[in-house]
């Protein structure tokens, strides 16, 4: 599996804890050193099933900043995920990657249920 994170987000620190206790493997990626292209996105997203809008970092000063709650519903899938793959700060993190799997946030109840049919 791989980790999408940002090491000073606490969130993401909290994933990464919960993780490790878990005993799991999983390769770290620091979000903000190498931010998602538009392809992995793009991949990402098909494979979540999830709405896009569950990629973008709503609570980040970047979002707010770019007032991107009024433009979004105006772009396309495309220019969404060409803006993600701009900045990492824009993007959900924690990211988990799996084989078949794209977890974005930490929601506790949601790894614990996918990683259990791993």
């Known amino acids: 599996m791989q980790f999408i994170c940002y090491s000073?987000?606490?969130?993401c620190q909290k994933a990464r804890k919960w993780l490790e206790e878990k005993g799991l493997s999983f390769e770290v990626r620091d979000i903000k050193g190498e931010n998602p292209t538009f392809e992995e996105l793009q991949k990402w997203y098909e494979l979540s099933g999830l709405p896009l809008k569950r990629f973008f970092n709503t609570s980040g000063?970047?979002?707010k900043s770019l007032n991107l709650k009024d433009k979004?519903?105006?772009?396309?899938e495309?220019?969404?995920l060409k803006l993600l793959a701009t900045d990492g700060m824009l993007v959900k993190r924690p990211l988990l990657l799996g084989q078949d799997f794209v977890l974005t946030g930490f929601k506790e109840s949601e790894w614990e249920e996918r990683l259990n049919k791993e």
């Open 8 to 11: 000073r987000c606490t969130t």
């Open 61 to 63: 000063q970047q979002y």
């Open 72 to 76: 979004l519903p105006m772009m396309t």
């Open 78 to 80: 495309e220019e969404q």
